[in-house]
């Protein structure tokens, strides 16, 4: 029997690049929007060691079931053989995050 697919899924939010797992990832309804959904945690209290981004990503997303993402917010969708770890980086720590280009400015 086939298992369902796994995504890690990157995207910014309010200066911060998270990195979460999930099961479906789709074009949302909402146009513009990528939509996320059946978020996948490791099960708490599986070691001895709690892993304090993991907990904060759990509560931070315990109510949603599904996220929609604007389109411009998402850096990354990877289809993975097994979770990973789940992070919270500042956006501007070095990574390689190109953004969209913008239109030029009005000259007033």
Sequence with gaps: MRTKKLYKVTFLHLGKSYELYARHVASSALWGFTEVGELVFEAAGEGLLVDPTEERLREEFKDIRVL???MQAVIRIEEVERLGSL????AGDGQKVTPLPLPPRPRH
């Design 68 to 70: 929609h993402l604007p």
């Design 87 to 90: 992070a919270i980086r500042d």
